[in-house]
């Protein structure tokens, strides 16, 4: 296999979710307590899809995009994965709009650096399964912490690894492994050093 490694970028690479609470946040609205474990901003906020919708798009397609913290211990263990010869692409369902792929690359390039062949922005919420059939072929690991696009990349031949979050904490697989949302990267980092038959 080359070595290459295909992620998503919210809640795998960056805290998109923390990003968004502060711009929430900054529009009056507070997350209701113990909604956590809620993926969908309706829950989490008490609002209709329209305005959730709306919302989102703002803040996906603004600056802000570009100050997201990364995620968990992401950046130790991408450096060392690059530091062993890999490459990532990023396939991420923020926007299609120029301005969030604009702000994401930035934001991705400021925090990884140069360690991204590519970084394709679909439309938020939409299926990465056309996308990911481009490395049907690759045997590729998919890194994701959403559930449907997890089994997407799995349905397209890759092997995902899907990162445990509140939101996806009641899904269960046995087709591909599920890895903490306490330190990620170091269980994927192990799990692709074992794959490649490389010395962690």
Sequence with gaps: MDKHILTDADGVLVFWVKGFEKFMESRGYEVIPGTSHEYKMTDRYNIDWDTAGALIKEFSESPLIAELEPFGDSLKYVAKLVEKG???????????????????????????????????????????????????????????????????????????????????????????????????????????????????
Excluded at 90 to 105: E, F, G, I, M
Excluded at 107 to 112: G, P, S, T
Excluded at 151 to 167: N, S, T, V
Aim: hydrophobic content about 35%; glycine content about 4%.
């Design 86 to 200: 890999f490459r990532f692409t990023v396939v991420t369902s923020l926007s299609s709009h120029p301005d969030a792929k604009k702000h994401r690359t930035q934001n991705l390039h400021n925090l990884f650096g140069n360690i991204f062949d590519e970084i394709v922005c679909i439309e938020m919420g939409a299926s990465k399964h056309e996308v990911l059939k481009r490395w049907a072929a690759s045997n590729y690991f998919w890194i994701e912490d959403h559930m449907r696009q997890a089994e997407a990349g799995y349905e397209a031949g890759l092997r995902p690894i899907l990162i445990a979050q509140p939101y996806n904490s009641h899904y269960a697989t046995d087709l591909f492994p599920t890895v903490s949302n306490e330190k990620p990267w170091e269980e994927i980092y192990g799990m692709i050093c074992k794959a490649y038959n490389i010395q962690p």
